[in-house]
């Protein structure tokens, strides 16, 4: 198998630290930038990215740092709140995974206003944290320890489901916020009504590790997934095993993430594992172009791509 031909960055940003942890924010800031988090040993920085493509009078990207978070330990996943916003009164909430094995909710005004609050309960290292999507209120995490967790924004566990496996990606619906798609190591991917607490659909990989899976929130019949040497794409309203497969780099992916933006069907992205990228993080439509944003060594690395 061939590999791609290797690019260079459209645009790096440097950093003062090591940054493993990378996220822009899903969802609408109330003003032309996006907001973007890094994390690093024993910190988020949370800041806005504008890039000439969206203005003319940027060269290259302009990022602007608006707050420094001390983190006790170092960032392992990080996830953006839609209450996050820069019109009106400024706000910014985020949550993070740790080894520790806890949640921390940081909110903050960017003025006086900033809170941390810990969210204890698994017992095993936290893989991945989503909120809800609509209004905010819940997160969702899952972990080695076998589950998937539900809080609300008071620390409190609501409701726990229990796998099979590892719990590796979590989703939740762009609309319905009563249904979660989990992912576990073992391969299997099961959709859950949180009213009933009961799996509703299940999708098959047919191998193992599943490393990464997503749901495609702009056309909600689509999920994709890499597990061993492949990426997989299904249409949940055809079959449990998946329609497409294919195989990734010669050395595994970690990672699938769907754009946020394009309705359709795109190829998935998947990523090397190399010393100095950690994994593909996270995808910002710009235009006609989508903006990739990579986790480096201290360096922020954005490649635009033609659609």
């Excluded at 791609?4 to 630290?17: A, G, N, Q």
């Excluded at 988090?37 to 940027?58: K, P």
């Excluded at 806890?102 to 969210?119: G, P, Y």
């Amino acid at each position: 198998m061939q590999e791609d031909s290797s690019r260079t960055p459209s645009y790096t940003v440097t950093c003062e630290d090591y940054v493993h942890v990378v996220e822009f924010s899903p969802f609408s800031s109330g003003t032309p930038v996006s907001l973007l988090a890094y994390g690093g040993n024993q910190y988020v920085v949370v800041g806005t990215c504008l890039f000439q493509e969206e203005d003319m009078d940027i060269e290259g990207v302009e990022f602007n740092v608006l707050r420094a978070f001390h983190h006790e330990l170092r960032v392992d996943a990080l996830a953006w709140s839609p209450e996050s916003r820069l019109d009106r009164i400024p706000t910014i909430r985020f949550c993070t995974a740790a080894a520790d094995r806890k949640l921390r909710l940081l909110t903050s005004d960017l003025q006086d206003r900033h809170e941390v609050k810990v969210m204890e309960g698994h017992t095993g290292y936290i893989n991945h944290l989503v909120f809800e999507p609509t209004e905010g209120k819940q997160i969702a995490s899952v972990s080695d320890d076998h589950t998937c967790r539900v809080w609300d924004l008071d620390g409190n566990e609501s409701t726990t489901l229990r796998l099979r496996s590892p719990g590796i990606s979590v989703c939740w619906h762009p609309e319905e916020a009563f249904k979660l798609m989990v992912a576990e190591k073992k391969g299997t991917i099961r959709f859950y009504d949180l009213v009933t607490q009961q799996a509703i659909l299940s999708l098959d990989c047919g191998q193992s590790p599943l490393m990464s899976a997503d749901w495609c929130l702009t056309n909600t019949i689509k999920v994709g997934a890499v597990a061993g040497n492949d990426w997989l794409i299904w249409d949940i309203t055809r079959s449990s095993y998946p329609q497409e497969k294919r195989p990734a780099h010669i050395d595994k992916a970690r990672l699938f993430k769907w754009s946020r933006a394009i309705k359709t069907s795109l190829p998935p992205l998947d990523v090397r594992e190399r010393s100095v990228v950690s994994y593909l993080s996270t995808i910002l439509v710009t235009r006609s172009r989508l903006l990739l944003d990579l986790p480096h060594d201290r360096k922020l690395c954005f490649w635009m791509t033609e659609m």
